[in-house]
């Protein structure tokens, strides 16, 4: 558990690099805790309950939270009026309405800054309907966007928060080798998402926001929609599986790749090239070496099995209250390793029409190699 002692540090660095931006304050925004809850969660320690919601008269923001920070005076936590954690929340100052518009409003106005420069992390969060009533309401209000700022601090991990990712990846685990255990023939997609599911759930997940099943063909998508159908398995079918969920607002996404039964020489191939380019691309999460080094490295492994010209674009990224968090692991990276950053490194393979193969690992950066979170073993054929 993060401690309340915790985020307090964390909101005085969050005010320092406002005060040093120029800005009179933040505002911290997230959304749903099984979707963007990072920028305010990590201030706050506060998980919006409901789901974002369309606005009406009298409703608006339900489904989110806002954070006011002044760079001096206390914090405002508005929030809607379903229950929290008042246990948890780290903010003396909670403030609920069905109308967040008018309570931020409100706040803003009460701690002098309708009229200031504030910084807006979640600024791909914020409604645009919320935005454009803050500003009607409050029309000399200047929000610019503060998410690198804030990303600053969130890329590097401290030992709480990588304790919690270290169970989540656990929790992963438990998930994929119970989705595993379903895997065979006759067995149906939505079969094995279910097995999986449910083993993380009673290993301690939060949530499973979805345990991806793309089996035969259809290995060769990274993503669809729904995440597992009623296709059933085959011998011979490739399988990709992906789980993504949390534990105590912490993310895991993990994805494994196998066979229905004893792969082909082209499958073991391809599984082959994609389980070396992962371990490859872990062996180089050092500090100092660019993302962008990353992916080379994978692409080179991927060209020597002739695979390259099928490798995915993105190759991993970071996580922590979010699945996908700065920094991206892409070919124009300009980001370099740094000790705790939390990584999750994913090399893939996609071949339209015949299948693909994805591993996933979640690893810290230290100060020496690499600690793998992930215990799972990658290597299933």
Same mark, same amino acid.
């Given at each position: 558990?993060?401690?309340?002692?915790?985020?307090?540090?964390?909101?005085?660095?969050?005010?320092?690099?406002?005060?040093?931006?120029?800005?009179?304050?933040?505002?911290?925004?997230?959304?749903?805790?099984?979707?963007?809850?990072?920028?305010?969660?990590?201030?706050?320690?506060?998980?919006?309950?409901?789901?974002?919601?369309?606005?009406?008269?009298?409703?608006?923001?339900?489904?989110?939270?806002?954070?006011?920070?002044?760079? $001096?005076?206390?914090?405002?936590?508005?929030?809607?009026?379903?229950?929290?954690?008042?246990?948890?929340?780290?903010?003396?100052?909670?403030?609920?309405?069905?109308?967040?518009?008018?309570?931020?409003?409100?706040?803003?106005?009460?701690?002098?800054?309708?009229?200031?420069?504030?910084?807006?992390?979640?600024?791909?969060?914020?409604?645009?309907?919320?935005?454009?009533?803050?500003?009607?309401?409050?029309?000399?209000?200047?929000?610019?966007?503060?998410? $690198?700022?804030?990303?600053?601090?969130?890329?590097?991990?401290?030992?709480?928060?990588?304790?919690?990712?270290?169970?989540?990846?656990?929790?992963?685990?438990?998930?994929?080798?119970?989705?595993?255990?379903?895997?065979?023939?006759?067995?149906?997609?939505?079969?094995?998402?279910?097995?999986?599911?449910?083993?993380?759930?009673?290993?301690?997940?939060?949530?499973?926001?979805?345990?991806?099943?793309?089996?035969?063909?259809?290995?060769?998508?990274?993503?669809?929609?729904?995440?597992?159908?009623?296709?059933?398995?085959?011998?011979?079918?490739?399988?990709?599986?992906?789980?993504?969920?949390?534990?105590?607002?912490?993310?895991?996404?993990?994805?494994?790749?196998?066979?229905?039964?004893?792969?082909?020489?082209?499958?073991?191939?391809?599984?082959?090239?994609?389980?070396?380019?992962?371990?490859?691309?872990?062996?180089?999460?050092?500090?100092?070496?660019? $993302?962008?080094?990353?992916?080379?490295?994978?692409?080179?492994?991927?060209?020597?099995?002739?695979?390259?010209?099928?490798?995915?674009?993105?190759?991993?990224?970071?996580?922590?209250?979010?699945?996908?968090?700065?920094?991206?692991?892409?070919?124009?990276?300009? $980001?370099?390793?740094?000790?705790?950053?939390?990584?999750?490194?994913?090399?893939?393979?996609?071949?339209?029409?015949?299948?693909?193969?994805?591993?996933?690992?979640?690893?810290?950066?230290?100060?020496?190699?690499?600690?793998?979170?992930?215990?799972?073993?990658?290597?299933?054929?």
């Amino acid at each position: 558990m993060i401690t309340r002692e915790e985020f307090q540090r964390r909101q005085e660095a969050a005010r320092r690099l406002a005060a040093d931006a120029g800005f009179a304050g933040l505002i911290a925004v997230g959304r749903s805790f099984y979707d963007r809850p990072g920028p305010l969660a990590y201030l706050t320690n506060h998980f919006p309950p409901f789901p974002a919601t369309a606005f009406s008269p009298g409703m608006r923001g339900l489904g989110h939270g806002v954070l006011v920070l002044p760079v $001096a005076g206390d914090p405002v936590l508005c929030i809607d009026l379903r229950p929290y954690r008042k246990d948890l929340v780290a903010v003396d100052d909670v403030r609920q309405s069905n109308d967040l518009v008018e309570l931020v409003a409100g706040a803003l106005r009460e701690k002098g800054l309708a009229t200031a420069r504030l910084g807006l992390a979640g600024w791909d969060i914020l409604p645009l309907a919320f935005y454009r009533d803050l500003t009607t309401l409050l029309p000399d209000l200047v929000l610019e966007p503060a998410d $690198a700022l804030l990303n600053r601090l969130r890329r590097i991990k401290s030992e709480a928060e990588i304790g919690l990712l270290r169970r989540a990846a656990r929790i992963a685990g438990a998930g994929l080798e119970g989705a595993l255990r379903a895997v065979r023939p006759g067995v149906t997609e939505a079969e094995v998402c279910a097995a999986g599911t449910a083993a993380a759930l009673r290993a301690g997940a939060d949530f499973v926001r979805y345990l991806r099943v793309h089996s035969g063909p259809w290995s060769a998508a990274g993503s669809r929609w729904p995440q597992a159908t009623d296709r059933r398995l085959e011998p011979g079918d490739l399988v990709a599986l992906d789980i993504i969920g949390a534990y105590q607002g912490y993310q895991f996404d993990v994805n494994r790749s196998t066979v229905v039964g004893e792969p082909d020489d082209r499958q073991r191939r391809l599984l082959e090239a994609v389980y070396l380019a992962s371990r490859r691309m872990v062996e180089r999460c050092w500090p100092g070496t660019p $993302a962008a080094e990353l992916v080379r490295v994978a692409r080179r492994c991927l060209d020597e099995f002739g695979f390259g010209a099928y490798a995915a674009g993105m190759m991993g990224h970071g996580i922590g209250l979010e699945t996908v968090e700065d920094p991206y692991i892409v070919a124009d990276s300009d $980001a370099v390793l740094e000790p705790g950053m939390v990584l999750a490194v994913e090399p893939g393979v996609f071949i339209p029409g015949w299948g693909g193969a994805n591993i996933e690992e979640i690893l810290v950066v230290r100060d020496g190699p690499p600690e793998v979170l992930t215990l799972i073993p990658a290597r299933l054929w």
